[in-house]
Nanobody, 126 residues
Framework: VQLQASGGGLVQPGGSLRLSCTGS????????IGWFRQAPGKEREGVAC????????EYPESVRGRFTISRSNDKSTVYLQMNSLKPEDTAVYYC????????????????????WGQGTLVTVSS
């Protein structure tokens, strides 16, 4: 089972970036897809999740209204659209899939996810 995040890069504050997640994990059943990030010296944190069964999404307060998670119509790719980026958004971003259902409130918790892809670095700087 593989996942691969891509689309990272250098962007100025206030700019936008779209990350993509693809991989063989999407050819099997999964309950949720999550996007996470880890900045140097900090713990990994969830920034968005998508529940496969009903398409519902969850975001933490830190990114709500700026980040949007979505899935392609053929279900082969999951995107993270990031707008109004801030320097504090700088981190390595990862995508992951969860196999076992959990309450929506836990959707952005690291512990619920089973398969993780390699990350992609996002740097927000002028």
């Amino acid at each position: 089972v593989q996942l691969q995040a891509s689309g990272g890069g250098l962007v100025q504050p206030g700019g936008s970036l779209r990350l993509s997640c693809t991989g063989s994990a999407f050819r099997s059943h999964y309950y949720a897809i999550g996007w996470f990030r880890q900045a140097p010296g900090k713990e990994r944190e969830g920034v968005a999740c998508f529940i496969s069964s009903d398409g519902s999404t969850e975001y933490p307060e830190s990114v709500r209204g700026r980040f949007t998670i979505s899935r392609s119509n053929d279900k082969s790719t999951v995107y993270l659209q990031m707008n109004s980026l801030k320097p504090e958004d700088t981190a390595v971003y990862y995508c992951a899939t969860a196999l076992t259902p959990f309450p929506p409130l836990y959707c952005t918790r690291v512990e619920g996810y089973d398969y993780w892809g390699q990350g992609t670095l996002v740097t927000v700087s002028s």
